[in-house]
T-cell receptor, first 112, second 115 residues
């Protein structure tokens, strides 16, 4: 069955430092992977996706993600964190049919 | 940027009552989904809907749940007889095409509180 795991409940980082939010996946077949962000009292906003092609995927708000097939990982990264990046981040994988299967989420806290 | 709109933002209902949650998709989108998020837990798939019929439903989506697109614009989720455990955030998502080509866009959700 398709699944994703986000091993960290929370990630703390100082503003201006690089950030990484981890995600590993388990799929049968080719993985379709996604990152979404959720701000308080809002829905999920699409950040980026990996379907095929380059292992480094660029997305919204300066975020990027690195697909690593050998490690079955799809970590979210940003070179320089902003306080406004503080939010809940969800990794997701496409199910066998066209639905999203989400991880448990990682809360990113960026300190000034 | 076009948005998925959900109403109401918050619904408080007595247990056993029926509720209808409404979603207005982005205008050219053809695929529709409902997800829910129980407080403190992950987002879970409920149902997908395409071409006026259910494509897939999860085991959560039992006989108490139904979806329809009655007027060609609104996409609704009905819970016939609510239970305490139905309390959650319900998110509508829509997409223009299949996931390999188009991402799903989410509304801001309806917070459903069952008393």
């Amino acid at each position: 069955a398709q699944s994703v795991a986000q091993p960290e409940d929370q990630v703390n980082v100082a503003e201006g430092n690089p950030l990484t939010v981890k995600c590993t996946y388990s799929v049968s077949g080719n993985p379709y992977l996604f990152w979404y962000v959720q701000y308080p009292n809002r829905g999920l906003q699409f950040l980026l996706k990996y379907i095929t092609g380059d292992n480094l995927v660029k997305g919204s708000y300066g975020f990027e993600a690195e697909f690593n097939k050998s490690q079955t990982s799809f970590h979210l990264k940003k070179p320089s964190a902003l306080v406004s990046d503080s939010a809940l981040y969800f990794c997701a994988v496409r199910g066998v049919t066209d639905k999203l299967i989400f991880g448990t989420g990682t809360r990113l806290q960026v300190f000034p | 940027e076009p948005e998925v709109t959900q109403t109401p933002s918050h619904q408080v209902t007595q247990m056993g009552q029926e509720v209808i949650l409404r979603c207005v998709p982005i205008s050219n989108h053809l695929y529709f989904y409902w997800y829910r998020q129980i407080l403190g837990q992950k987002v879970e798939f409920l149902v997908s809907f395409y071409n006026n019929e259910i494509s897939e439903k999860s085991e959560i989506f039992d006989d108490q749940f139904s979806v329809e697109r009655p007027d060609g614009s609104n996409f609704t989720l009905k819970i016939r007889s609510t239970k305490l455990e139905d309390s959650a955030m319900y998110f509508c998502a829509t997409s223009e095409g299949a996931l390999e080509n188009q991402p799903q866009h989410f509304g801001d959700g309806t917070r459903l509180s069952i008393l």
